[in-house]
């Protein structure tokens, strides 16, 4: 008769999520499990119940308390921080802007051409012509999905990535292609040696 198989052991699984995200700084830690959480179909608020686990789990010996510098809470700076280069990074991040970012007050998880028309007011961007094509597009190269409705799209995890990892400094043009280093071209008659 075979051994009963035994059941998952919860604080293992605990120990093993800690281990794995303990070389990253708070803010890259939130977004994994956040990740996780979608990848598992769980619900990306967090439970009540699980608010006062983690506050009820001791702390071990030794292990640094992470204290993150406050996150920029108007879009201004948020989107100056991040230095989009171009327009679909731009709804890209004031998607993502308006998912994490935003005052409790403001949040919202999809956005529509109105709102990124008034983040370009906000942010002293250039307005765009039809915010909604920009929208458009960006859903197109990957960044955002299709809102629940017509018109109102939401930041995916690709879009998350881009605006958390690949902002500011980033080297493409938002097309997806990377930028080539620009070269300055010789004339014929300056190159030396050349004969005439």
């Known amino acids: 008769m075979a051994a009963p198989a035994s059941s998952p052991d919860d604080l293992e699984a605990v120990r093993a999520v800690v281990d794995a995200l303990k070389a990253f700084p708070a803010e890259e830690q939130r977004r994994i499990l956040r990740w996780a959480q979608e990848k598992l179909g769980l619900s990306t608020g967090p439970s009540p119940a699980a608010v006062a686990t983690v506050a009820a789990t001791p702390v071990e010996a030794g292990a640094a308390i992470s204290t993150s510098t406050p996150r920029p809470r108007d879009i201004r700076a948020f989107l100056q921080e991040k230095g989009p280069s171009s327009d679909n990074q731009f709804a890209a991040a004031v998607a993502y802007y308006f998912a994490f970012e935003a ?5 919202k998880s999809e956005i529509t051409a109105s709102d990124l028309q008034h983040a370009t007011r906000l942010s002293g961007r ?4 039809r915010p ?3 929208l458009h597009n960006a859903s197109k190269r990957g960044y955002l999905d299709k809102g629940r409705a ?47």
């Open 103 to 107: 005052p409790e007050s403001e949040k």
């Open 126 to 129: 250039e307005r765009l012509k």
């Open 132 to 134: 909604i094509y920009t």
């Open 150 to 196: 017509r018109g109102s799209f939401r930041i995916n995890t690709v879009g998350e990535n881009l605006v958390a990892m690949a902002m500011p400094g980033t080297d493409t043009d938002g097309s997806g292609a990377r930028k080539r280093p620009t070269t300055r071209r010789v004339s014929r008659k300056a190159r030396p040696g050349r004969r005439k």
